[in-house]
Each structure stands twice: as structure tokens, then as C-alpha cells.
């Protein structure tokens, strides 16, 4: 065991690493024990989303913290929390529709406010190392979706999400299936300018329900999918 390390009142649902060792760790916690440090963008006084980088200080072994931070104004749940090598960090879940004022929309490609059920997101953050701040690249609700439960990087930046669809996901490109498949894939790409958008969307399954659990790109750039 090279370190082991508690979070209190946290509950871990997703972990990842960058290629210079950092790993990144989120889920849920209660804020009256878990405290958010290091440029955190949020603060709240009850049970939210969180998102944590950790670094392990060479050969003394210790754990530091470079960022801690609550995400989603209390509304959002992670699933899958991704870093590329820049240490820029993707995160995707869901929101319940009733919180959709709550959560952070940066970059966004069109959604319908209200509702009910969930729905899901997808959301970029960047550390500023020189002013230790966090900011938002992108903050996107999935339209067409209950929530994210997977996402891969590719090396040109493209972020595929995956997870089970509902009813008006758009369909962009040639679909896979185009019903009636429960599933769903789709890759996003941010332009230079920050503008975010759909480039490709698709069903996947047959007639029963289906959920989408991992995404991954290979050493070929093919995506592989799994549920």
C-alpha cells in the first residue's frame, strides 16, 4: 500500500488519474465534515456533489490536497469523473429536472427548463494553478437524457457520454438505432471559443430497457461501449 486515506462523511463514487500521477475523486458528502479548499468554486451547508484532486508527495508518501470543491449547487449527482493531460477535469450524472435553476450552465447546448424526472449533464473544470482557482469550460445539461453514467476522452478532444436515454434525445449523424433503444452515446466538442456542440448522437439496445454503464477509447481511437 503505497497511502490509504479516509474522506469523512463522504460517500466515493467515482475515481480517476492524469498522466503526471494526480488522481481525482468524487461523489457525495455532508458539508458539516467534509470541508472545500484550494479555489473550491462552491460551499453549501448540506449534502452535495463534490470533486477532490489529490497528489502524493514523493517518497515521503503523503497525501495533499491541490482542490477540494462542492459542484452543483446541491442538485447534481456524479457518476464518472474523467481527467485529460492537461489535468482539466470532465464530470458527468444527472440533476433533478425540479433543480435545473440551481445548476451552473456555462457553454451550453440548448435544454428545456422544468420538468420532471432527471436528466443529464455533463460538465468541464480547469484549475488555475498560478491564482488556485477552478472555473467552469463547459456546463451542459443532456437533453434527451436521465443521466450520464460513463464518459471517455479521445485524443482530440472529443468527450463521449453514455447512459440511459429518454424520450427527445436528438439524434446527430447516422444513428446506430434510431428506435427504439433505451441507451444512448454521444460525443461533444468545444471550439476554441468555448462554443459546445452535439457532434454526434445515437440509441443504443433493442425493445426492453436498456442502460448504457462504460465507455472507452481504445489505442485506435474506436469507441467501446458496454450495459
Known amino acids: 500500500i503505497v497511502f490509504a486515506s479516509r474522506f469523512p ?8 488519474s492524469d498522466a503526471s500521477g494526480a488522481f481525482y475523486v468524487s461523489g457525495v458528502a455532508d458539508f458539516v465534515h467534509f470541508f472545500p479548499s484550494g479555489g473550491s468554486m462552491e460551499t453549501y451547508e448540506r449534502r452535495a456533489a463534490f470533486i477532490t484532486k489529490l497528489v502524493c508527495d514523493g517518497g515521503q508518501r503523503q497525501l495533499r490536497i491541490v482542490y477540494s470543491t462542492f459542484f452543483g449547487r446541491a442538485a447534481a449527482v456524479i457518476s464518472k469523473i474523467k481527467a485529460n493531460s492537461s489535468g482539466d477535469v470532465f464530470i458527468t450524472g444527472n440533476v433533478t429536472r425540479a433543480d435545473l435553476h440551481k445548476f451552473p450552465i456555462v457553454n451550453a447546448l440548448p435544454h428545456s427548463p422544468g420538468g420532471s424526472g432527471t436528466v443529464g449533464f455533463a460538465s468541464k473544470l480547469a484549475f488555475n494553478l498560478s491564482t488556485s482557482s477552478l472555473s467552469l469550460g463547459f456546463s451542459t445539461i443532456l437533453e ?49 471559443s468555448g462554443t459546445l456542440s452535439l457532434a454526434f448522437s445515437s440509441r443504443l439496445g433493442g425493445s426492453r430497457r436498456d442502460d448504457v454503464r462504460e465507455v472507452a477509447i481504445d489505442q485506435d481511437g474506436a469507441l467501446l461501449v458496454c450495459g
Open 9 to 16: 462523511a463522504a460517500a466515493i463514487q467515482s475515481v480517476t
Open 144 to 192: 434527451g437524457t436521465q443521466g450520464g453514467k460513463s464518459l471517455a476522452l479521445d485524443s482530440a478532444g472529443g468527450i463521449f457520454v453514455a447512459g440511459q436515454a429518454g424520450p427527445g434525445l436528438p439524434f446527430v449523424g447516422t444513428p446506430l438505432i434510431a428506435s427504439p433503444g433505451s441507451g444512448y452515446v454521444v460525443k461533444l466538442v468545444q471550439t476554441g
